[in-house]
């Protein structure tokens, strides 16, 4: 087990620490999903010299505007690389669905990952995977033994 997390932590700080992993402008989405009443935010992250002019939010199937805006732009977080960030903020979208953010300049368009807009959407899409875990955790007593304080 103590092998697999160390393995798994050193192809995470791989992915991280390659040269080319920042290299042009990327969209950060919160990947589990958005509630479809609560807020909805976004980062973009590039280096100077990068621009993000407007954003907009697209329905994933049809590829229809629902959302537009100018990102804020945040700048560069003392001691990460030379990354610079911006801030989208979407909350005005409550209809659940599937989507994705467009991030458009002079020079450039990019696209974020496809995400859901959901009620209840934490729950929906981790509550079984938070069972299997603890069904798993090879404890048969965790149902039925008391709580401790």
């Known amino acids: 087990m103590r092998k697999k997390r160390l393995l798994f932590a050193a192809l995470i700080w791989l992915l991280i620490a390659s040269p080319g992993f920042a290299r042009g402008v990327k969209i950060l989405i919160n990947h589990i999903g958005y509630e479809a009443s609560g807020p909805k935010r976004a980062v973009i992250l590039g280096q100077p010299g990068d621009a993000c002019d407007v954003f907009r939010v697209k329905e994933r199937a049809t590829g229809k505007e629902v959302s ?82």
Do not use: M
């Open 68 to 149: 537009s805006g100018k990102p804020e732009f945040i700048g560069p977080v003392q001691k990460w690389k030379d990354w610079v960030f911006w801030t989208v903020d979407f909350s005005n979208i409550q209809q659940e669905g599937n989507y994705y953010i467009e991030c458009s300049s002079a020079k450039e368009s990019v696209h974020s990952s496809a995400f859901l807009i959901q009620k209840n959407v934490l729950e929906a899409n981790t509550l079984s995977d938070v069972v299997i875990i603890l069904k798993g955790s090879g404890r048969p007593d965790f149902w039925t033994r008391p709580i401790e304080a």
